[in-house]
């Protein structure tokens, strides 16, 4: 990978109101990397997509490409380039397919690109297209998730965040996500931080990763040196 | 016959001030999820504002146009500083507020301008000879102004950027904030063109009932039987329930019960629609999954 990491983390504390949820977390993000955060229900991966994102209130350092985020408005870190996928896909159920893939755009100001890249997902993705016109919160958990993804995409973003992309996905359809997500990955050069309860088809794509529990960071490092260690693989990756 | 034309006439054209109340309503509803209790007193103080510059000698078209700026801001600056920061404590705070914004507005009125009743004049006056017997060149502008708007807002909510990103920003404030919406924003520009449709109400309503501190009470009463009727969601259906309210509350105020308490059909239809179709006839429901 080269120089220097798109996202870096150091020592963080996340706030639900005045209860703390993530107690020092220290982690990068390489630039053009994927980096997968592990861990069970309640560990805290969820909040520490939000913190970056703006979403809670922060302390400590949080910077992307070199420039800080903390105590920045949600809308204007997402504009700077930051797309986050949210737990449950976010969509906006009540509108088309094609509105909510628009709206991913709404940063941008370039209309001719907008549509041209519009053109590109529809021919990626057919079942979007299929459902241009279709009500989002009527598609299935898998079709919502691409489309959580495309939209994130429109952003055209240099860093995606993204929330249990497995979780409510059928099995082949998460295989087919994960393939996706890995072309973009190396097709767009986009870096990735990728949460999942999912160890199995997280620790496929990512090249590093590291474990959260109770809203601390217990292990990291590379994916292979984490996979080799028979002794973590068994306690925490469970298998 | 010629009573039930005109019955049907003249609930056409209160059905048109309803209505225009009504779009306002759901505006606000549309933007920031409330039911602004203030929004015909709003109305009825920026229309004050109106007559005072047509008072001061500027020509008709000026005055409305600078007062239509004026509800923006004000309607905009009421959102940011006095809704906003207790928007989401709880259902019935804001509500409660608005009712007093409202109780505001309306003594603010009667302070500067006084009680008494007063003229506004109709800029419909060079449509002479377009109206018939059955209906004055004012309804008929009225009329066609508000379906005019309304086809305006509708399409705005629709094809436009900012419309869009105002649903969005309505239904999903977080998803709306990672897309890049600076919602903050959006509800305040809601807020605004809300309050510049709910002051065209009051400027096209006001040559018909004339001018003073209590004209907007009764009409906001039916503009929210016209939107939840219509549908609290949807533009088109403020407007239909608008018309659909005027004119049944003349048909059935002058066949039925009488015109002294027609109004009585107003409030009916809230509770009648709240009971059996509270997403109302356009209406989208509200659904969650649990």
Redesign the interface.
């Known amino acids: 990978m080269s120089d220097a990491p798109i996202l870096k983390v150091k020592n963080v504390q996340a706030f639900y109101g005045s209860i703390p949820a993530l107690h020092d977390v220290s982690f990068t993000v390489a630039k053009g990397g994927i980096t997968a955060v592990l861990g069970a229900n309640g560990a805290g991966k969820t909040t520490i997509l939000r913190a970056i994102?703006?979403?809670i209130r922060v302390a400590g350092v949080i910077t992307y490409e070199g420039k800080s985020l903390v105590g920045r408005?949600?809308?204007?870190i997402?504009?700077g380039g930051i797309?986050?996928v949210?737990d449950g896909r976010?969509?906006?159920?009540?509108?088309t397919v094609e509105?909510n893939l628009?709206?991913?755009a709404?940063?941008r100001r370039n209309k001719k690109e907008i549509a041209a890249d519009l053109a590109l997902i529809y021919e990626r993705f057919p079942v979007l297209k299929e459902r241009r016109l279709q009500t989002a919160?009527t598609m299935s958990g898998g079709e919502q998730q691409i489309l959580a993804i495309s939209?994130a995409l429109m952003?055209k973003p240099r860093l995606m965040l993204l929330d249990e992309p497995s979780f409510g996905v059928a099995p082949l359809v998460v295989k087919n996500i994960f393939n996706i997500l890995r072309t973009i990955n190396k097709d767009l050069g986009v870096s990735m931080l990728l949460v999942e309860q999912n160890a199995e088809v997280a620790l496929e794509i990512a090249k590093n990763a590291f474990l959260l529990e109770t809203g601390r960071v217990i292990v990291s490092g590379t994916v292979d040196a984490l996979l080799a260690d028979d002794k973590i693989r068994h306690s925490y990756l469970g298998y | 016959m010629e009573a039930f034309i005109q019955q049907v006439i003249s609930g056409l054209v209160s059905g048109a001030i309803y209505a225009s109340l009504a779009l306002s309503l759901v505006m606000i509803f549309r933007s920031s999820g409330h039911l602004n209790f203030a929004q015909g007193e709003m109305a009825m103080f920026t229309t004050f504002i109106c007559l005072s510059l047509i008072g001061w000698g500027l020509p008709y078209w000026v005055a409305v146009l600078v007062c239509l700026v004026l509800a923006f801001l004000i309607g905009s600056v009421l959102w940011s500083f006095v809704v906003k920061p207790i928007a989401n404590v709880n259902l019935l705070s804001p509500i409660a507020l608005l009712i007093g914004v409202m109780m505001i507005f309306n003594s603010l009125a009667g302070f500067i301008w006084g009680h008494d009743t007063q003229n506004f004049p109709s800029p419909f006056e060079f449509f002479s000879g377009w109206g018939s017997i059955y209906i004055a060149d004012h309804d008929l502008g009225t009329i066609l102004v508000i379906l005019v708007v309304t086809i305006i807002v509708q399409l705005f909510f629709q094809f436009t950027k900012v419309g869009l990103a105002m649903r969005a920003a309505a239904e999903n404030s977080t998803s709306s904030y990672l897309v890049g919406i600076p919602v903050g924003r959006m509800l305040s520009v809601g807020w605004g063109l809300a309050t510049v449709l709910g002051t065209l109400a009051g400027v096209l309503v006001a040559p018909i009932i004339y001018v003073d501190p209590n004209m907007m009470l009764s009409a906001l009463i039916y503009g929210f039987a016209a939107a939840l009727l219509g549908g609290i969601t949807s533009p088109l259906g403020a407007v239909f329930g608008g018309f659909i309210v005027g004119v049944a509350e003349n048909l059935i105020g002058f066949y039925l019960i009488g015109t002294d308490i027609k109004m009585s059909v107003a409030l009916i239809l809230i509770i009648v629609t709240l009971l059996f179709k509270p997403a109302g006839i356009f209406g989208k429901e509200a659904a969650w999954r649990v």
Not at chain 1, 73 to 76: A, E, I, N, P, V
């Open positions: 994102s703006g979403l408005r949600s809308d204007k997402a504009a797309a986050h949210p976010g969509t906006f159920g009540s509108m509105e628009l709206l991913g709404y940063t919160a939209r952003l």
